[in-house]
């Protein structure tokens, strides 16, 4: 089945007991069993919940994969695969990637006794210098949050696999209607389900997805026994988010590329990050990995912190807003809003500079959008 129909139909099965196309919500906490032992598959909804399990097998689906697990957020899931590892592990990670994902790794694991090297990852030779006999795991996330660097994947995770380092590839701003890690070989694929999967701001989630049995057993073993799993209403409402994702990921990039062009004119922006635009230095990867180039954008304008939080604010149409992938386009200021837990030097190591906006540019009209964005530059 083709991507539209597979996001449709996968894990989407019409109820037994009434007919129901739509996956019913099983709000419910346990199962009763007919014997000791003897039940029908569900005993407890934090071990597994019917509404879950057609969410799980529906993002499985949409990546090309065997095995999926859910959880109450994009950060649970990272926690979950951190929980493979031990201390003494290390892990080389892209250094542009989603403030959460830096402030887990760097102020939680660490306390373990974990390492971490965060490199500019579309320099293979920087994956290549830092892995040592202990690298357990390649952290990789492209399109990069929020400069959105591009990783050429193939390479990258042809690396890990001849240092027998696991590769763990973000792919929320891509999506796999976008991009398919798998297609390159990545071990685990993560999602916040919170963003594009979801769609509509109005649930949080987290996803991992797999081909090898052996990973999905231990990371389904740590979905359990750590419990950070999502409601049975949350399930619903991420899976009624799917059914659409193909339609809304073709409008989300064709209004991220026209305000891509129109930010890259305009003279009051220094600079403009988006894949698809020919002058990014990632642009040839992304066509060879992506099939489109994401409803992200991040610019530079010319000014300092407090023009560019004063533009931010400015906006009517898009929402001064933390997250993404939603329908409506929000605005952000990544340096005090969604990376201020990354430390001000390293951000300006990174290039997350004061003067940068990050867009999440939602399905609205086109003009409507460049109309807003042409106000708010004008303050």
Request: positive net charge; aromatic residues 8%; proline residues 4%.
């Amino acid at each position: 089945m083709k991507f539209e129909t597979r996001a449709i139909h996968s894990g989407n099965k019409s109820d037994s007991a009434t007919g129901a196309i739509t996956t019913p919500i099983y709000q419910t906490s346990t199962f009763q069993q007919e014997a000791v032992g003897k039940h029908k598959g569900f005993v407890y909804t934090r071990t597994d919940n019917p509404t879950r399990h057609a969410l799980e097998d529906n993002l499985a689906a949409l990546e090309n994969a065997k095995y999926g697990l859910c959880f109450a957020s994009g950060l649970a899931a990272v926690n979950t695969v951190m929980n493979l590892l031990k201390a003494g592990d290390h892990v080389v990670s892209a250094n542009d990637l989603y403030g959460g994902t830096y402030r887990i790794f760097t102020k939680l694991f660490t306390k373990y006794g974990m390492t971490f090297d965060l490199v500019d990852a579309t320099n293979l030779d920087n994956i290549r210098r830092v892995i040592r006999p202990n690298t357990k795991v390649l952290w990789l996330e492209t399109p990069s949050n929020p400069l959105l660097k591009i990783t050429d994947l193939k390479a990258a995770i042809g690396i890990a696999k001849k240092h027998k380092i696991l590769s763990v590839v973000d792919n929320t701003f891509a999506t796999p209607y976008l991009q398919q890690p798998f297609d390159f070989g990545a071990d685990i694929v993560l999602h916040s389900t919170t963003k594009y999967l979801g769609g509509h701001s109005d649930i949080l989630g987290g996803a991992l997805i797999t081909n090898n049995k052996d990973l999905y057993e231990r990371l389904k073993f740590f979905q359990n026994a750590v419990g950070a799993v999502p409601g049975p209403f949350d399930c619903f409402l991420t899976l009624r988010g799917t059914k659409t994702l193909a339609l809304r990921m073709e409008r989300h990039c064709s209004n991220a590329m026209a305000i891509a062009r129109f930010l890259s004119r305009h003279p009051k922006v220094k600079k403009v990050f988006y894949p698809g635009l020919p002058s990014h230095p990632g642009h040839q990867i992304a066509k060879k990995q992506m099939t489109d180039f994401g409803g992200m954008v991040s610019f530079e304008v010319n000014g300092n912190a407090a023009k560019t939080k004063r533009i931010a604010a400015s906006a009517k149409l898009f929402a001064l807003a933390e997250s993404l992938g939603c329908v409506r386009s929000l605005i952000n200021h990544p340096p005090s809003m969604t990376h201020a837990s990354v430390e001000p030097e390293v951000r300006k190591k990174i290039g997350i500079n004061d003067n940068l906006i990050r867009l999440s540019v939602g399905i609205e009209n086109i003009q409507d959008l460049i109309e807003d964005l042409k106000q708010a530059l004008s303050k």
